[in-house]
C-alpha cells in the first residue's frame, strides 16, 4: 500500500502551544499536501510543498519536507481553540492521490 | 462564487440498492475527483475525472464507476450496495489536471442498512 502514517494519532495541547503533527509516505512524490477537517465535513487545504522544496510557511503553519527520509511535519505555531480538527496529510503520486489516516488536534482554552 | 456542492447531504439504502451522488464543481474547474471517507480513517481516492475523462482510478471495485458532463459536474454510481460502503463520500474540484489544490465539498453521508 502506498498509504502513508501520521503520528501521533491524537495531540491535545493547551491554547497558545505549537502543535506539530508528522507524516511518512512509500514512495516517490509529486508533492505533498495537508489539509484540515472539521467535525467530519469537508477538507479545507491548508499548504502545499513540492518534492523539490525543503520547507514552507503559510502564516502560523510551517511544513518540512524530507524526500530522503520520506517524511514530513506540519507545526502550527501559537495554537488556537479554533485549530482544534483532524489534519491529513496527502501524496500526490500522479495517478493516485493517498490521505494518511490523520492527526486528532485538540486544542483546550 | 459558490464553493463545490454535493447532493444529497444524506442518504439511506439497504444492500443491493443502487445509489448516484452529485457533485458540482467551483465554477471555472476542470477537474473533480470523488474520495470516501469511512468513520474514523482518512478519505481514499475512488475516481479523478478531467474534461470527461478518467484520469486517475483508486482501488474500488467495479461496483463504482463516475462520469462528468460538458459542465464539469460529475456523478459518482455506486451498484450493489454492501454494508461496507457506509462512509462519507466526497467530491473535490480543482482547475488543472494534476491534483494539487484540490476544494472539497461537504459530502454525501450515505448509511447502508
Known amino acids: 500500500s502506498q498509504q502513508g502514517e501520521e503520528d501521533p494519532q491524537a495531540l491535545s495541547i493547551q491554547e497558545g502551544e505549537n502543535a506539530t503533527m508528522n507524516c511518512s509516505y512509500k514512495?516517490?512524490?509529486?508533492?505533498l499536501q495537508w489539509y484540515r477537517q472539521n467535525s467530519g465535513r469537508g477538507l479545507v487545504h491548508l499548504i502545499l510543498?513540492?518534492?523539490?522544496?525543503r520547507e514552507k510557511h503559510s502564516g502560523r503553519l510551517r511544513v518540512t519536507l524530507d524526500t530522503s527520509k520520506k517524511s514530513s511535519s506540519l507545526l502550527i505555531t501559537a495554537s488556537r481553540a479554533a485549530d482544534t480538527a483532524s489534519y491529513f496529510c496527502?501524496?500526490?503520486?500522479?495517478?493516485?492521490?493517498?490521505f494518511g489516516p490523520g492527526t486528532r488536534l485538540s486544542v483546550l482554552p | 462564487d459558490a464553493g463545490v456542492t454535493q447532493s444529497p447531504t444524506h442518504l439511506i439504502k439497504t444492500r443491493g440498492q443502487q445509489v448516484t451522488l452529485r457533485c458540482s464543481p467551483i465554477?471555472?474547474?476542470?477537474?473533480v475527483s470523488w474520495y470516501q471517507q469511512v468513520l474514523g480513517q482518512g478519505p481514499q481516492f475512488i475516481f479523478q475525472?478531467?474534461?470527461?475523462?478518467?484520469?486517475g482510478r483508486g482501488n474500488f471495485p467495479d461496483r463504482f464507476s463516475a462520469r462528468q458532463f460538458p459542465n464539469y459536474s460529475s456523478e459518482l454510481n455506486v451498484n450493489a450496495l454492501l454494508l461496507g460502503d457506509s462512509a462519507l463520500y466526497l467530491c473535490?474540484?480543482?482547475?488543472?489536471?494534476?491534483?494539487?489544490?484540490?476544494?472539497f465539498g461537504p459530502g454525501t453521508r450515505l448509511l447502508v442498512l
Open positions: 473535490a474540484s480543482s482547475s488543472g489536471t494534476r491534483l494539487e489544490t484540490q476544494y
Open positions: 514512495t516517490s512524490i509529486n508533492n
Open positions: 510543498i513540492r518534492s523539490n522544496e
Open positions: 496527502a501524496t500526490d503520486y500522479g495517478q493516485n492521490f493517498v
Open positions: 465554477s471555472g474547474h476542470k477537474s
Open positions: 475525472y478531467y474534461e470527461k475523462e478518467e484520469r
